[in-house]
Each structure stands twice: as structure tokens, then as C-alpha cells.
């Protein structure tokens, strides 16, 4: 007879894998589709503040608490002159933008983003061209960012009405190098040199900032993981991160298989934990190289749109690329991956949901300036920013496993567990995969002493498929009673089918 679903958790306060580090909630801005324009900044609306950015749309980032924001690309930065995107708007010139081909105004730059940024409380990881550009003009933009004053650039930044310097700390040398799709694209030899000589020159000039350092483009690439190898071979001295990019989607249609793809995840970044400490010990060196994990989503349902876009009605301004309609079965495998990071918060310290508003994002705007809403991945990503602060705990788990169509062993609940000591909380996230059964779970929370369940916030009970849009939000999230605290330090009850939940504990004492 099969065994009833169920997971036996322990948490104990001594256990603990890592200190979260907040980057890890991170997001990304690309200047791509309706992103930019008609996403942050739209002129005229009378939603828009003085400098044109959407007040709706920043209080909606603001909720998400989003740490850090990489920008300005991906495949967008390798074609980036970042001279033609600072100084009086009016003399900045429009250019072809190859990557998504597109038109690209540069009404917004490097100098109105990094006010954005501010305004929505994170911070920025600036990307530099190593595609068509090179060392000098990382060098110069870096000088132009960070450099108080008294040289060319950060004068010149001075003249532009930017008194303080932006104070830039984290920096991203190049993106997807590896692909064949980028413009300047590299093999590893190449881009390992490049990144080396360019991130020594950085260094030179602002030895506070982190760098990151570009690991393959996906794990199905076919030089993955030679390539973190290679590159890491050169760039070890200097850098401090390698990044990870990948994104899933139920292009089978078999759901209970789409559920099981945060175990790629994991196994992607096992696999890249293992190339950087290859690379440590090859050159005995004495520092980790941590993971960026700066592009993690779904993205799949826009796909042929896009390319007929590209393809057929190139060149427009701020196009309708990568918006990806998501429903509640991604949202659950967004929760899924947010636990997977979690789960390697010891090494994996920034990552990076690609995007935040309309090109694959939480936040979409209407075209033409009509009103805001968030999609059903808004909700994991906020409780996870919101709630995921503080320590990571290694709980000790005891789950009931499947088998889908591709994935052996797949437990029936991915869970994760974080102490905010301060807050004296604990927050549970944990996924039902199972799409119609029911999972018991008991949580032993022994070392904790006396606790209580602040709240329970689900997302659950929808059809897989049901969306959101700017006529309703279906897939919010509810409060459900069905746990119980027993004993003051045991909690039990079930998580239902197909389910994405948010356990809070209050800590006594
Ligand atoms: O996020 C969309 C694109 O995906 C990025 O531009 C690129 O880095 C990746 O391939």
C-alpha cells in the first residue's frame, strides 16, 4: 500500500546553515520590451512623478522589498554605450538596439536609473559591456559611478548635475558570454582573459566594489561546466562571484513534472559549488567564489510572439516582448526555486529575479499608460523578501517522494525554514508538489521552546491555470486556521494539494 503523504520536519535553533544575505531577493531591469519605458518611466501620466517615473509601479517595488536591481541587461548590455545614455536628454542620440531589436531612445540612462533605484530602497548591480566594448569603457563608467571628483569622468558626472558620486558596490563583467546569441559573444579563453583584465582595472580603481563573473548561460549549454573552469581559472584573483542564469517552463504540459524543476536548479548549482572549489584548490587559493544567481524565472509563454516580433516588426520603441502571463502553477514553481536558493544560502549570496515590470515580472503596467497590477508570481517573491530575513536553518527532514515524467525521487513538499532572531520568528516556506493530495506535516520545534503560530498565508485552491490580470487579480493569497500548535513547541496539520505556504511562528521568548 503507498504512504500517505506526509513530512516530518525538526528545526533547532543551533542548526543553522547560513546568515541570509538580503541580495539573494534581488531583481533585474533590462532595457527590453516595455520594461523602461512604459514600465519605470512614462512621462506624462499623471501617475508619474516630476522626472516621469510611475509612482504606482515604484510603490508596488517597494512592497516587494526588493534589495538589489541589476541593470541595464542582459543581451542588452552588449551592445551598450553608456555615454549615450547620461548628460542633457535632449542630446542623447536613439540607436538600434541588436539584442532585441529594438529602439532604444536612451531617455533613460545610467544617472535617471540610479535615482529610480533610490526611490525604490535597493540598490544597483551594474552590468558593463564586454561584448562590443572592453576595459576602457568599464573603467570609464565605474570612474563616472563611483569616483568622487577631479577626474574626466566624474566630472563629467559632476556636470551632469550628479554632485555624489552613486557609490556602486556590486558589478557584473559582461553577460551570457557564452552564447552564441550575444552580440561580442566569446569563447572561454577569451572571455576569461577579458573579464581577468578588466576586473584587475576595476579593482584599481575602486578596490571596495564585489565583482561577477559570467558562468555559463544556462546548464544545458554545451560547454557547461568547463567554462566556470576555464574562466574562473583566469578570473579567480579578482572576482568575487560566478553567475548563474536559468529559466523554466511547462512545455510539456505535464504539471506534476513542471513542479519538480527546482530540483534542476539545485543540481545546477551543486554542480557550479563544485567548479568554483575545483578552481580554489587548483590554484590553493583561500577564498570561496559565492554564486550570483542573476537571471532566475519562468519564461515560456511568450516565446512565439517574440520571435515573430523580432522577426517581422523590428525597430519599434519599447515593443511588447517577454511578457509572459503567468498562472498559479508558476507561481508555485517561483516559491519552489525561492526555496532552492534559500537552501544554498551558504554559497549562492545574490540572485536576481529576472525581470520586475512587464518584461517576465511580478508588475505589469497597461499599454498606454493604464493602471498597474501584479501577477501571481508577485506573492511568493514578496513573502519570501518580506518574511525570508534573517538565518537559514538545516532543518532535519523526513518526506514521503514521487517519481514525474523526467525527475527520480522528488519530494512531495520542498520546504525551508528561516530565524529572524531579532523579530524572534520563524517562517516555514514550504510547496506541496503533489497536485491533489493533501501532505500531513508536523514541524518539532524542541530547541525553540514555547511557540505560536502568528499566521499561516496560503496560496492555494485555484485552477493551475488561472491568471491574473489588470481587470482582476484571482490568485492572491488567503489566511487559513488548519495548523495547530501543540504542546507549545509541536505543530501539526496538512498542506493541501498544489499549494505554496507561508507557516509564521512567534518565538516566546
Ligand atoms: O532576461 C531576458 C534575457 O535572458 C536576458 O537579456 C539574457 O541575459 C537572458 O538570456
New binding site residues.
Partial sequence: MAQKPEIKIILDRDYRLSDIDERIYGS?I?H?GRAVYDGLYQPGNPLSDEMGFRKDVLDMVRELKVPIIRYP????VSGFDWLDSVGPKADRPARLEL?WRSLETNQVGIQEFSKWARLADSSVMMAVNLGTRGIPEACALLEYCNHPSGTKYSDLRISHGDKEPYGIKTWCLG??MD?PWQIGHKTMEEYGRLAEETAKAMKLIDPSIELVSCGS?SKDMPDFPQWEVTTLEHTYDYVDYISL?SYYGNKSGDSLDYLACSDDMDGFIKTVIASCDFVKAKKRGKKDINLSFD?WNVWFHSNEADDDIMQNHPWQQHPTL?EDIYNFEDALVVGLLLITLLNHSDRVKMACL??LVN??APIMTEPNGGKAWRQTIFYPYMHASVYGRGVCLMPSVKVTKHDTATHENVTDVACTAVYNEENKEITVFAVNRLLDSNVDINIDLRSFGNCSIIEHIALEGFDLKAVNSAQGETVVPKNLNTLSMDGGSVLNGALHGASWNVIRIKVEK
Fill in positions: 533585474f533590462e527590453l541587461g542582459g543581451n542588452f539584442a553577460n551570457e552564447g548561460s542564469h537571471e517577454l529576472a525581470q518584461v517576465i
